[in-house]
């Protein structure tokens, strides 16, 4: 049975799901993906660091995981992370206190970012771009608040290339992780949603062409995970 709304129901309920999730969101990240998921972080981050760079966005940043890596292998950096769901940047406030680093979260959203054009040397977004109404206008606001030359990494799922790895993906997608969300999670639902927000999300080649249709050039990708995750680095 399908759990996905309808486009113009999808912000409202993206926001309602991730409200009630947000508290254990860290916990089934951490199991559903074995623990490699900041590990896909790290890799991304490597490829767009810049030791010029002084402003960083982590656009549908969730409980900020992606912040203290950014900040980490960019001290100067200054990272805010942006998000519509209140609940899960204050499920990562107890993180960010433990940090000392300092990077800040601004609710807002990712559609229609409040910042002006080329704020930022550097964009990132994980896990986030799935859940957008529009990622055509979520890129293209991206590419309007880097500058140019700046950076962008997108981490999203993906379907592995070979077709055994593929189909255990999908059974351990389709059967497993709905389970471990309802027992775990607490939220059968959201874990329903997952495996079937990423079936209909475009593919590394389809979304690479897209990501340059909205303003950036150099556009590559490569499947982490067994393929389960395409990371996009692409330059403004
Ligand atoms: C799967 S979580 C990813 C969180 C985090 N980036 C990570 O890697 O764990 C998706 C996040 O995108 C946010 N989101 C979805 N649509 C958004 C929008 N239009 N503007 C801002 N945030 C949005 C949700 O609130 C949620 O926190």
Redesign the pocket.
Same mark, same amino acid.
């Given at each position: 049975m399908s759990v996905l709304p309808q486009s113009d129901q999808k $912000?409202v309920y993206?926001?309602a799901m =991730?409200t009630a999730i947000a508290q254990r969101y860290d916990l089934m &990240?951490r199991l559903m993906t074995f623990g490699l998921d900041q590990g896909w972080r790290r890799w991304a981050t490597k490829r767009i660091k810049q030791p010029q760079a002084i402003w960083a966005l #982590?656009? @549908?940043? %969730? /409980?900020g +995981? =992606?912040l203290p890596i950014l900040q980490q292998a960019m001290p100067q950096l200054s990272v805010v992370g942006? +998000? =519509? /769901?209140l609940a899960?940047m204050q499920a990562g406030q107890a993180k960010r206190e433990q940090d000392t680093l300092g990077h800040s979260f601004i609710n @807002? #959203? @990712?559609?229609h970012l409040p910042f002006e054009e080329a704020a930022f040397d550097i964009v990132t977004t %994980? =896990? $986030?771009m799935r &859940?957008?109404?529009d990622i055509r206008q979520a890129f293209s606001e991206m590419a309007r608040v880097t500058k140019p030359g700046g950076k962008l990494a997108c981490l999203e799922v993906a379907r592995p290339k070979n077709p055994l790895v593929r189909w255990g993906h999908q059974f351990y997608f389709n059967n497993i992780v709905p389970i471990i969300g309802s027992l775990v999670g607490g939220n059968n639902r959201a874990y329903t949603y997952l495996p079937q927000s990423a079936s209909i999300f475009p593919q590394p080649p389809e979304l690479a062409h897209i990501i340059t249709e909205c303003g950036w050039h150099d556009v590559t990708w490569k499947q982490l995970g067994f393929g389960a995750v395409a990371v996009h680095i692409a330059t403004r």
């Open positions: $912000a993206v926001n =991730f &990240n #982590d656009v @549908g940043s %969730g /409980t +995981d =992606f942006l +998000d =519509f /769901t899960m @807002g #959203d @990712g559609m %994980g =896990f $986030a &859940n957008i109404v």
